[in-house]
Protein backbone atom coordinates (compact mmCIF):
# COMPACT_ATOMS: atom_id res chain seq x y z
CA UNK A 1 0.00 0.00 0.00
CA UNK A 2 1.41 3.20 -1.32
CA UNK A 3 2.12 5.72 1.57
CA UNK A 4 1.74 9.52 2.05
CA UNK A 5 2.61 11.40 -1.11
CA UNK A 6 3.38 14.95 -1.06
CA UNK A 7 4.40 17.15 -3.72
CA UNK A 8 6.63 18.83 -4.39
CA UNK A 9 9.29 17.82 -2.19
CA UNK A 10 11.78 21.05 -2.44
CA UNK A 11 10.63 24.29 -3.47
CA UNK A 12 12.32 27.64 -3.60
CA UNK A 13 10.47 30.44 -3.86
CA UNK A 14 10.81 34.66 -3.02
CA UNK A 15 8.62 37.05 -1.17
CA UNK A 16 5.29 37.71 -2.29
CA UNK A 17 5.02 34.87 -4.10
CA UNK A 18 2.23 32.38 -3.59
CA UNK A 19 2.75 28.75 -3.60
CA UNK A 20 0.39 25.41 -3.49
CA UNK A 21 1.41 22.48 -1.91
CA UNK A 22 -0.11 18.97 -2.48
CA UNK A 23 -0.86 16.08 -0.66
CA UNK A 24 -2.14 12.63 -1.46
CA UNK A 25 -3.40 10.18 0.91
CA UNK A 26 -3.02 6.32 1.50
CA UNK A 27 -5.89 4.73 -0.62
CA UNK A 28 -8.98 4.97 1.81
CA UNK A 29 -7.82 7.47 4.50
CA UNK A 30 -10.77 10.19 4.16
CA UNK A 31 -8.72 12.86 6.55
CA UNK A 32 -5.70 14.62 5.58
CA UNK A 33 -4.07 16.75 8.26
CA UNK A 34 -1.15 19.57 7.52
CA UNK A 35 1.99 20.96 10.14
CA UNK A 36 4.59 23.09 9.22
CA UNK A 37 8.03 22.02 11.29
CA UNK A 38 11.00 24.98 11.32
CA UNK A 39 13.81 24.88 13.89
CA UNK A 40 12.13 27.73 16.29
CA UNK A 41 8.92 26.74 16.72
CA UNK A 42 8.89 23.14 16.25
CA UNK A 43 5.82 21.40 14.53
CA UNK A 44 2.82 23.36 14.78
CA UNK A 45 -0.99 22.36 13.82
CA UNK A 46 -1.98 24.10 10.34
CA UNK A 47 -5.45 22.52 9.80
CA UNK A 48 -7.27 19.09 9.24
CA UNK A 49 -10.12 18.00 6.59
CA UNK A 50 -12.42 15.37 6.67
CA UNK A 51 -14.62 14.48 4.01
CA UNK A 52 -13.54 17.95 2.08
CA UNK A 53 -14.47 19.88 5.13
CA UNK A 54 -12.03 21.78 7.75
CA UNK A 55 -12.76 20.40 10.86
CA UNK A 56 -9.90 22.08 12.82
CA UNK A 57 -7.72 25.18 12.58
CA UNK A 58 -4.11 26.24 13.76
CA UNK A 59 -3.17 29.90 15.15
CA UNK A 60 -1.78 30.12 11.31
CA UNK A 61 -2.69 34.03 9.26
CA UNK A 62 -5.32 34.06 6.84
CA UNK A 63 -2.67 33.52 4.20
CA UNK A 64 -2.15 30.08 4.58
CA UNK A 65 -5.53 28.22 3.36
CA UNK A 66 -6.31 24.62 2.11
CA UNK A 67 -8.62 22.53 0.83
CA UNK A 68 -9.53 19.09 0.20
CA UNK A 69 -10.92 17.31 -2.75
CA UNK A 70 -13.54 14.86 -3.35
CA UNK A 71 -10.82 11.97 -3.94
CA UNK A 72 -9.46 12.87 -0.32
CA UNK A 73 -6.34 14.45 -2.04
CA UNK A 74 -5.52 17.85 -0.50
CA UNK A 75 -3.79 21.37 -1.06
CA UNK A 76 -2.41 23.90 0.99
CA UNK A 77 -1.85 27.41 -1.03
CA UNK A 78 0.14 30.19 1.16
CA UNK A 79 -0.05 33.75 -0.77
CA UNK A 80 2.43 36.71 0.15
CA UNK A 81 5.11 34.52 0.90
CA UNK A 82 7.21 35.70 4.03
CA UNK A 83 10.84 34.34 4.75
CA UNK A 84 9.54 33.13 8.18
CA UNK A 85 6.95 30.54 5.57
CA UNK A 86 10.48 28.94 5.21
CA UNK A 87 9.76 25.59 6.83
CA UNK A 88 9.05 22.02 6.39
CA UNK A 89 5.56 21.59 5.72
CA UNK A 90 4.26 18.22 6.68
CA UNK A 91 0.81 16.15 5.61
CA UNK A 92 -0.54 13.50 7.68
CA UNK A 93 -3.35 10.95 6.36
CA UNK A 94 -6.03 9.34 8.51
CA UNK A 95 -8.61 6.32 7.97
CA UNK A 96 -11.26 9.12 9.70
CA UNK A 97 -11.11 11.55 11.96
CA UNK A 98 -7.73 11.97 13.40
CA UNK A 99 -8.71 12.32 17.06
CA UNK A 100 -9.56 8.58 16.54
CA UNK A 101 -7.08 7.47 14.24
CA UNK A 102 -3.54 7.12 13.85
CA UNK A 103 -2.14 9.41 11.68
CA UNK A 104 0.71 8.30 8.70
CA UNK A 105 3.01 11.05 7.80
CA UNK A 106 4.21 11.68 4.52
CA UNK A 107 7.96 13.37 3.92
CA UNK A 108 6.91 16.73 3.52
CA UNK A 109 7.68 19.13 1.45
CA UNK A 110 10.80 21.74 1.98
CA UNK A 111 10.08 25.12 1.13
CA UNK A 112 12.64 27.96 0.93
CA UNK A 113 11.46 31.73 0.99
CA UNK A 114 13.97 33.73 -0.33
CA UNK B 1 -4.00 24.83 26.90
CA UNK B 2 -2.43 21.87 26.25
CA UNK B 3 1.37 21.26 25.46
CA UNK B 4 4.65 18.96 25.99
CA UNK B 5 7.79 19.78 27.23
CA UNK B 6 11.09 17.08 26.19
CA UNK B 7 14.27 17.38 27.37
CA UNK B 8 16.76 19.33 24.94
CA UNK B 9 18.48 17.95 22.61
CA UNK B 10 21.47 17.38 21.40
CA UNK B 11 21.93 13.56 22.82
CA UNK B 12 25.09 12.04 21.93
CA UNK B 13 25.81 8.54 23.28
CA UNK B 14 27.97 5.50 22.50
CA UNK B 15 26.29 2.44 21.13
CA UNK B 16 24.74 -0.11 23.37
CA UNK B 17 24.43 2.64 25.98
CA UNK B 18 20.95 2.92 27.51
CA UNK B 19 18.16 6.28 26.58
CA UNK B 20 16.01 7.88 28.32
CA UNK B 21 14.69 11.01 26.36
CA UNK B 22 12.32 12.67 29.34
CA UNK B 23 8.56 14.11 28.07
CA UNK B 24 6.35 15.71 30.16
CA UNK B 25 3.11 17.13 29.59
CA UNK B 26 0.26 19.19 30.99
CA UNK B 27 -3.22 18.44 29.37
CA UNK B 28 -7.07 18.95 30.12
CA UNK B 29 -8.91 15.78 30.43
CA UNK B 30 -6.97 12.53 29.80
CA UNK B 31 -4.66 12.80 26.87
CA UNK B 32 -3.49 9.57 24.45
CA UNK B 33 0.29 10.06 24.30
CA UNK B 34 2.75 9.31 21.34
CA UNK B 35 6.40 9.31 20.77
CA UNK B 36 7.03 9.84 16.98
CA UNK B 37 10.48 9.45 14.80
CA UNK B 38 11.66 11.39 12.17
CA UNK B 39 15.06 9.95 10.70
CA UNK B 40 17.18 12.23 7.76
CA UNK B 41 14.86 13.28 5.44
CA UNK B 42 11.84 12.03 6.17
CA UNK B 43 8.74 12.35 7.75
CA UNK B 44 7.27 11.46 11.09
CA UNK B 45 6.73 8.08 12.29
CA UNK B 46 4.88 6.64 14.95
CA UNK B 47 6.77 5.04 17.49
CA UNK B 48 4.61 3.90 20.19
CA UNK B 49 1.46 5.26 22.08
CA UNK B 50 -0.41 5.01 25.09
CA UNK B 51 -3.93 5.68 25.60
CA UNK B 52 -4.79 5.76 29.35
CA UNK B 53 -2.31 6.11 33.00
CA UNK B 54 -0.38 3.23 33.30
CA UNK B 55 -0.23 1.54 29.84
CA UNK B 56 3.28 0.67 28.41
CA UNK B 57 3.57 1.33 24.49
CA UNK B 58 6.64 -0.21 23.28
CA UNK B 59 8.29 -0.93 19.70
CA UNK B 60 11.47 -1.72 18.41
CA UNK B 61 13.44 -2.00 21.42
CA UNK B 62 11.71 1.70 22.98
CA UNK B 63 9.73 1.74 25.87
CA UNK B 64 7.44 4.47 27.27
CA UNK B 65 5.17 4.12 30.54
CA UNK B 66 1.79 6.43 30.82
CA UNK B 67 2.53 8.44 34.27
CA UNK B 68 -0.67 10.21 35.00
CA UNK B 69 0.59 11.32 38.96
CA UNK B 70 4.02 12.40 37.17
CA UNK B 71 2.40 14.05 33.88
CA UNK B 72 5.49 12.28 31.97
CA UNK B 73 5.78 9.80 29.04
CA UNK B 74 10.02 9.08 29.30
CA UNK B 75 11.01 7.09 26.00
CA UNK B 76 13.39 4.85 27.40
CA UNK B 77 15.75 2.06 25.47
CA UNK B 78 18.33 -0.54 26.97
CA UNK B 79 20.44 -0.77 24.35
CA UNK B 80 20.73 1.62 21.29
CA UNK B 81 22.03 1.53 17.90
CA UNK B 82 23.90 3.77 15.24
CA UNK B 83 20.01 2.94 13.30
CA UNK B 84 18.36 4.56 16.33
CA UNK B 85 20.15 8.56 15.15
CA UNK B 86 16.69 10.26 14.36
CA UNK B 87 14.78 12.88 16.22
CA UNK B 88 12.56 12.31 18.25
CA UNK B 89 9.14 14.18 19.45
CA UNK B 90 6.56 13.79 22.32
CA UNK B 91 3.24 14.02 21.53
CA UNK B 92 -0.24 14.26 23.39
CA UNK B 93 -3.52 14.46 21.85
CA UNK B 94 -7.23 14.60 23.60
CA UNK B 95 -10.45 13.96 22.52
CA UNK B 96 -11.62 15.81 19.06
CA UNK B 97 -8.55 18.06 19.59
CA UNK B 98 -5.22 18.05 17.19
CA UNK B 99 -1.61 16.74 18.59
CA UNK B 100 0.41 18.51 20.01
CA UNK B 101 4.38 18.16 19.80
CA UNK B 102 7.01 18.61 21.83
CA UNK B 103 9.92 20.11 20.59
CA UNK B 104 11.77 17.24 19.20
CA UNK B 105 15.27 15.52 20.61
CA UNK B 106 17.74 15.30 18.19
CA UNK B 107 19.65 11.74 19.11
CA UNK B 108 23.07 10.72 17.53
CA UNK B 109 24.06 7.26 18.12
CA UNK B 110 28.43 7.22 17.60
CA UNK B 111 29.51 3.06 16.65
Known amino acids: KAGVTQTPRYLIKTRGQQVTLSCSPISGHRSVSWYQQTPGQGLQFLFE???????NKGNFPGRFSGRQFSNSRSEMNVSTLELGDSALYLCASSLGAPSYNEQFFGPGTRLTVL | GNSVTQMEGPVTLSEEAFLTINCTYT??????LFWYVQYPGEGLQLLLK?????DRGSNKGFEATYRKETTSFHLEKGSVQVSDSAVYFC??????????FGQGTRLTINP
Open chain 2, 91 to 100: ALRTVAQKLV
Open chain 2, 50 to 54: ATKAD
Open chain 1, 49 to 55: YFSETQR
Open chain 2, 27 to 32: ATGYPS
